[in-house]
């Protein structure tokens, strides 16, 4: 649902309200599919900076996740 809003909300021209529920998805999903999930969605909707640091925190926020990819 987040990743449907935050999308609309860009679709829109709403950018502001598209990075607060990209905000609102990694407090409801605080896991690395929602830290990814963010990632791609901060990259559509053109913050690319935002975008590099969440997936360059992925790795150190979960590094204790069985199954997580080390880069």
Do not use: N
């Amino acid at each position: 649902a987040y990743v449907s809003l935050a999308t609309l909300h860009h679709a829109q021209g709403r950018h502001d309200d598209a990075v607060a529920t990209v905000d609102r998805l990694l407090v409801a999903v605080p896991t690395p599919a929602g830290w990814t999930a963010a990632a791609r969605l901060w990259t559509a909707i053109g913050e690319p900076e935002l975008a590099a640091s969440a997936r360059a925190s992925i790795g150190e926020r979960f590094k204790d996740e069985p199954g997580l990819r080390q880069r």
